[in-house]
């Protein structure tokens, strides 16, 4: 008798999990959704937070509404969801960042990563370019770094503010070369575009999505992608890596927060719903044509990435005596 009763004791265990998925789907079919997106339409977080509440609208039968909560570096809306009910309903759809730098850069910020949110799942990631005007006189990362250091404090690249991702990047292309690059911050990327695409300031570093139409317009010279690997979008662009700078591995990437105290069955049933959703052949292709790849993790896999990117970034913010503006 005992075998028999193990034998049910087990696929009672084995049960567990599915009925825990049918009580979260359950759950999320119950009310409506809301994807808070801290950033103004337009942008790859926008163009992500609408994919995921087209998803989420179809396949729980609800509405799914996309409120753009732009200002205060993402804060208001962070803020937003940091306080909503942690039933899966409101979802943050936030660029790596807001959740790996930021908590150092601001010391201020008024949310906690770990305290104040669960990880749901990644979404996408884009390849930074460092690219310059044509008038340039550097084909190369090389040519660009020997300009650098003949010509001190001098050569300028733009970016989207201090202490962004792409601020870092520079900062840490300048560490492993020895170049003196002058930093020049913006409120957002399209006002330095502008200005490099007019030659009043010769370089950026900006991501995939912002500069791929102007690359491929001849507008800006692609010099090296600060990934690990080169971009299916732009193969023939070196890394800085095999352009002769190791060290700068610098990806920007998007993913998907709740507040904290969201079941994790719920959690998890989102993360399997969202990675669907964006793995629709359709949204990659999407995705795709605007410079970003598909990069989904399971819940526990981008919580560690989280965490390690933040490790990361403090020590160079602190080093390098990085204060936001």
Same mark, same amino acid.
């Given at each position: 008798?005992?075998?028999?009763?193990?034998?049910?004791?087990?696929?009672?265990?084995?049960?567990?999990?599915?009925?825990?998925?049918?009580?979260?789907?359950?759950?999320?079919?119950?009310?409506?959704?809301?994807?808070?997106?801290?950033?103004?339409?337009?942008?790859?977080?926008?163009?992500?937070?609408?994919?995921?509440?087209?998803?989420?609208?179809?396949?729980?039968?609800?509405?799914?509404?996309?409120?753009?909560?732009?200002?205060?570096?993402?804060?208001?809306?962070?803020?937003?969801?940091?306080?909503?009910?942690?039933?899966?309903?409101?979802?943050?759809?936030?660029?790596?960042?807001?959740?790996?730098?930021?908590?150092?850069?601001?010391?201020?910020?008024?949310?906690?990563?770990?305290?104040?949110?669960a990880a749901v799942t990644s979404l996408a990631r884009a390849s930074n370019i460092v690219a310059v005007n044509p008038a340039v006189p550097a084909r190369t990362v090389a040519e660009?770094?020997?300009?650098?250091?003949?010509?001190?404090?001098?050569?300028?690249?733009?970016?989207?503010?201090?202490?962004?991702?792409?601020?870092?990047?520079?900062?840490?292309?300048?560490?492993?070369?020895?170049?003196?690059?002058?930093?020049? =911050?913006? #409120? !957002?990327?399209? @006002?330095?575009?502008?200005?490099? *695409? $007019?030659?009043?300031?010769?370089? /950026? +570093? &900006?991501?995939?999505?912002?500069?791929?139409?102007?690359?491929?317009?001849?507008?800006?010279?692609?010099?090296?992608?600060?990934?690990?690997?080169?971009?299916?979008?732009?193969?023939?662009?070196?890394?800085?890596?095999?352009?002769?700078?190791?060290?700068?591995?610098?990806?920007?990437?998007?993913?998907?927060? =709740?507040? #904290? !105290?969201?079941? @994790?069955?719920?959690?998890?049933? *989102? $993360?399997?719903?969202?990675?669907? /959703? +964006? &793995?629709?052949?359709?949204?990659?292709?999407?995705?795709?044509?605007?410079?970003?790849?598909?990069?989904?993790?399971?819940?526990?896999?981008?919580?560690?990435?989280?965490?390690?990117?933040?490790?990361?970034?403090?020590?160079?913010?602190?080093?390098?005596?990085?204060?936001?503006?």
């Amino acid at each position: 008798m005992r075998p028999i009763l193990f034998s049910f004791a087990l696929a009672a265990v084995a049960l567990v999990p599915a009925v825990q998925a049918q009580d979260a789907a359950a759950q999320l079919a119950s009310k409506p959704f809301t994807i808070v997106a801290p950033f103004p339409a337009g942008g790859p977080v926008d163009t992500l937070a609408r994919m995921m509440a087209d998803g989420l609208a179809a396949q729980y039968k609800q509405t799914a509404i996309v409120e753009n909560k732009p200002g205060a570096h993402g804060n208001i809306g962070i803020d937003q969801v940091k306080r909503s009910a942690p039933t899966g309903h409101t979802l943050l759809v936030i660029p790596a960042g807001n959740l790996t730098i930021n908590p150092t850069l601001l010391p201020k910020a008024g949310y906690d990563v770990q305290a104040d949110f669960a990880a749901v799942t990644s979404l996408a990631r884009a390849s930074n370019i460092v690219a310059v005007n044509p008038a340039v006189p550097a084909r190369t990362v090389a040519e660009l770094v020997a300009l650098a250091k003949a010509r001190p404090n001098t050569v300028a690249y733009a970016t989207p503010g201090v202490g962004s991702q792409l601020h870092l990047a520079g900062e840490l292309l300048g560490q492993q070369t020895g170049a003196d690059f002058l930093h020049v =911050a913006y #409120k !957002g990327s399209g @006002p330095g575009l502008n200005d490099v *695409l $007019a030659g009043t300031v010769p370089m /950026i +570093i &900006g991501n995939m999505p912002v500069l791929l139409p102007h690359i491929q317009a001849g507008k800006l010279r692609p010099l090296a992608v600060t990934d690990p690997t080169r971009d299916p979008t732009l193969p023939q662009v070196p890394t800085l890596a095999e352009a002769g700078v190791p060290g700068v591995a610098v990806t920007s990437w998007y993913g998907v927060l =709740a507040p #904290k !105290g969201t079941p @994790p069955a719920v959690l998890e049933q *989102l $993360a399997r719903d969202i990675a669907a /959703i +964006i &793995g629709q052949p359709a949204n990659r292709a999407k995705l795709q044509q605007q410079g970003l790849q598909t990069w989904l993790l399971s819940t526990a896999a981008f919580n560690d990435v989280i965490r390690k990117e933040t490790a990361t970034w403090a020590p160079i913010i602190r080093d390098r005596k990085i204060e936001a503006q």
